[in-house]
């Protein structure tokens, strides 16, 4: 059994280190862009991904380009956001203010108070997507993130708003809503609490923690099937989940020295 947890935790590691976009910052007359182009040959880790991101118990795919470059712009144009394409497979999106939400504690020192409300508007913004519609192939769906961890969302310090990046996964869309929202609150839990500290929060902190975050995401149902997660055997073995977590780690090592 010890065997099998370090066999999913090495390869989950190694899924995190996979980089299947460049992203860059394009200054242009009109203001800062991000352009997010896939890299070459991304096409194997993106198959590779996916057969074992379909074992999951909320399967969750890579998309291909073209499905890829589809989503997002329908996406970020449900949440009143125009983004242009750039050739084949590339997409220029409008630069947010603020910084990624893991830099925005950094840079702030906040106290553990502090870094709860933060993260109750990011996730009162993620709640608020969740309720928007998109039309797929004539239908509409809602919208669930698929990759909701903290490393996809910018917090803006000034004006307190906080926005969702980041959308070339998608959730099987044909599982109910409550399955794929529940799926995106474990993925933001699991990566934001690290943010109240380093090793283990005090149990006084974590339901201090969970009650802002019960109030932000006022989904009695969804949370129902998130605590189901919790106890059920597929997440023991979620490889998806694990990378997830490498990933914040690695963002969180990246910033720069307090
Ligand atoms: N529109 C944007 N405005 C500001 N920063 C962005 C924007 N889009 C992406 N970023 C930053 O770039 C990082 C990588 O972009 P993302 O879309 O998440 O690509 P990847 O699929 O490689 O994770 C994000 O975590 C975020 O910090
Ligand atoms: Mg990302």
């Not at 280190?17 to 800062?32: C, H, M, Y």
């Not at 991904?49 to 074992?55: A, C, D, H, S, Y």
């Not at 970020?76 to 394409?85: L, P, T």
């Amino acid at each position: 059994m010890i065997v099998l947890a370090d066999m999913v935790k090495l390869l989950s590691w190694c899924i995190a280190q996979v980089r299947i976009n460049k992203v860059a910052v394009v200054p242009t007359e009109g203001g800062q862009w991000i352009r997010k182009r896939r890299n070459p040959f991304c096409f194997v880790p993106i198959v590779v991904g996916n057969i074992v991101f379909g074992f999951r118990r909320v399967g969750v795919r890579v998309l291909h380009n073209h499905q890829w470059l589809e989503w997002e712009s329908a996406v970020y144009a449900a949440m009143g956001i125009s983004v242009k394409r750039q050739g084949a497979a590339g997409l220029l999106v409008p630069k947010f203010q603020g910084q990624p939400l893991l830099a925005a504690f950094d840079a702030q020192l906040m106290c553990a108070e502090e870094v709860i409300e933060v993260l109750a508007l990011a996730l009162k913004e993620l709640y608020r997507l969740h309720q928007i519609e998109i039309v797929v192939d004539g239908k509409p769906v809602l919208f669930s993130h698929a990759d909701a961890s903290i490393t996809n969302a910018i917090f803006d310090w000034e004006t307190r708003a906080a926005v969702w990046v980041d959308f070339d996964l998608r959730h099987d869309l044909k599982q109910p809503a409550s399955l794929r929202h529940a799926d995106d609150l474990r993925a933001f839990t699991s990566t934001s609490i690290r943010c109240l500290a380093i090793e283990v929060p005090s149990d006084e902190l974590f339901e201090k923690y969970m009650q802002a975050m019960k109030r932000a995401y006022p989904d009695e149902q969804v949370w129902q099937q998130y605590h189901d997660f919790q106890h059920g055997f597929w997440n023991v073995i979620d490889l998806f989940a694990y990378a997830q977590g490498f990933r914040c780690m690695s963002a969180c090592r990246a910033l720069p020295p307090k």
